[in-house]
C-alpha cells in the first residue's frame, strides 16, 4: 500500500510538473522561406524566439541563436548576421470592429561587439505579424531591407536594397521532453525506495 501512496505522490508531482511546462511558452526556431531582394538576391537563415524571456517590454533578450545570410543575383555571400540590436513591436490599426495585428522590426548587424556600427552591414526584417510562441507562419517584407548602419548606433541604416517578398515558418523547440527525462527519473527512485524496504 505505501508503495502505491509513493507512485502516486511522484506521479502527482511529474503532472504538476507538466503542467508548469506548459504554463510557460515553448520557444520556437524561426526560419527565412524564399525571401528575395529587388536586385536578385536571397536571404536565408533562421533564429529562435522566446516570448518569456521578454523583460519590460524589451523584446531584445527574445531573440537568439541568429544565423541569417545574405547573398547577391550570383549567389555570392553579402554578410553573415549573428547580432540583434533591435526589435520592437509596431502596434496595429484599427478598422472598424476588427483590429489589425501589431507588425515587427528586427534589426542585424553582422559585427555587434564593436563599439562603433557606422559602416556594419545591417538587415531591417519585417514581419506582418508581431512573433509569438504560438505561430507556425509570418510574412517577410514589410519594411525589409539590407544596407549599411549610417551612426554608431545603427539607429538609421542607409538603404542599399529592399525585400520584395518571402516568408517565416515556425517550429517549437520540443522542451517537454526534459519533463519527462525527470518524470522517469523520480519514477525510478521511488521504485528503488519500495525495493530496499521489502528486502530483508
Known amino acids: 500500500m505505501r508503495f502505491f501512496k509513493l507512485i502516486f505522490s511522484f506521479a502527482s508531482l511529474f503532472a ?5 511546462a506548459h504554463a510557460w511558452a515553448i520557444p520556437v526556431t524561426w526560419t527565412l522561406q524564399n525571401v528575395t531582394f529587388d536586385d536578385g538576391g536571397t536571404a536565408v537563415g533562421s533564429f529562435v524566439f522566446d516570448a518569456d524571456l521578454e523583460m519590460f517590454g524589451v523584446r531584445n533578450n527574445s531573440i537568439s541563436k541568429i544565423n541569417v545570410t545574405t547573398t547577391d543575383s550570383a549567389g555570392n555571400k553579402v ?13 496595429g490599426s484599427s478598422f472598424g470592429p476588427s483590429i489589425k495585428s501589431k507588425s515587427e522590426l528586427v534589426l542585424l548587424v553582422s559585427n ?12 531591417l526584417l519585417g514581419f506582418g505579424l508581431g512573433l509569438t510562441n504560438t505561430a507556425t507562419f509570418n510574412n517577410v517584407g514589410f519594411f525589409s531591407v539590407e544596407g549599411a548602419c549610417s551612426t554608431p548606433t545603427c539607429d538609421t541604416v542607409n ?6 517578398g518571402g516568408s517565416l515558418t515556425g517550429a517549437p523547440i520540443p522542451e517537454p521532453s526534459t519533463m519527462l527525462l525527470l518524470g522517469s527519473g523520480l519514477v525510478g527512485l521511488a521504485a528503488c525506495r519500495w525495493k530496499k524496504r521489502v528486502l530483508p
Open 159 to 164: 538603404v542599399q536594397r529592399n525585400v520584395t
Open 16 to 20: 504538476f510538473l507538466m503542467f508548469s
Open 79 to 91: 554578410a553573415s548576421y549573428k547580432d540583434l540590436i533591435q526589435t520592437f513591436a509596431i502596434p
Open 112 to 123: 555587434g561587439s564593436i563599439a562603433d556600427l557606422t559602416g556594419e552591414n545591417a538587415f
